[in-house]
């Protein structure tokens, strides 16, 4: 499975974007799917996830309330709403397919398949 995000890129404090992950060689249905993101100097981190088949959803605290993650298995995509973005919120965004456990929903290396990256970078 190859994974594609788009939608990243330069918006200023407060505004909104709306990140998208396409897969192709294979579909995402049967896999759990996340986001996860890594500012420089920093680790990466994970910021959200989403069942099989979108019923649960998981957050991280710092984006909760202000980012909603969602998938069309129909499209075999994945799908990032960012609003009141932060400074905070400037990384390179990666989703991610994986069957981890409630437990490893956060660890990256229970994920099989990568996106390449997109850059989101928020202004003051």
């Known amino acids: 499975v190859q994974l594609q995000a788009s939608g990243g890129g330069l918006v200023q404090a407060g505004g909104s974007l709306r990140l998208s992950c396409v897969a192709s060689?294979?579909?995402?249905?049967?896999?759990?799917l996340a986001w996860f993101r890594q500012a420089p100097g920093k680790e990466r981190e994970w910021v959200a996830g989403?069942?099989?088949?979108?019923?649960?959803?998981y957050y991280a605290d710092s984006v909760k309330g202000r980012f909603t993650i969602s998938r069309n298995n129909a499209k075999n995509s994945l799908y990032l709403q960012m609003n009141s973005l932060k400074v905070d919120d400037t990384a390179v965004y990666y989703c991610?397919?994986?069957?981890?456990?409630?437990?490893?929903?956060?660890?990256?290396?229970?994920?099989?398949?990568w996106g390449q990256g997109t850059q989101v970078t928020v202004s003051s």
């Open positions: 989403i069942r099989t088949s979108g019923g649960y959803t």
């Open positions: 060689g294979g579909t995402l249905s049967s896999y759990s």
């Open positions: 991610a397919a994986g069957r981890p456990i409630l437990s490893e929903l956060r660890r990256s290396s229970a994920y099989y398949y």
